[in-house]
């Protein structure tokens, strides 16, 4: 038989389909578009722009706190009597969207940052 499932557990899982897809998307055009890209040309764009670096950082630290308290919240849910309060409120979930979205959305970043970088060099040359 099989178990219900209730629309939150599907709009999670849906959501962490698209976002795992939006992420690969993402990545495999910033591979693409970097290796096209003069090395020395992008590191002193990306030192030049220190806001991009910034957003990045923000973003990771909130991916990186995301993970680490849904991995807390995993293992407290197991041992400890507030397992029923972190299940009933889908605080695991919450996290792990918490971190899926600032990943994609550091991830944006730097495939604006190529995108930018890569438009005016071909329009330098």
Known sequence: MMPELNFFVAFVELFNINASLMIMILCVHVIFRTNKLDRGF??????????????????????????????????????????????????VEFSQMIFLVSFIYAVFIWYQFINKTNNKELSSA
């Open 42 to 91: 992008l590191k002193a764009r990306l030192f030049l722009n220190t806001n991009v670096l910034q957003q990045m950082w923000i973003s990771m630290s909130i991916a990186g706190a995301a993970f680490a308290i849904n991995s807390l919240l995993k293992l407290v849910g197991v041992h400890l009597i507030i397992k029923d309060f972190i299940y009933n409120y889908h605080l």
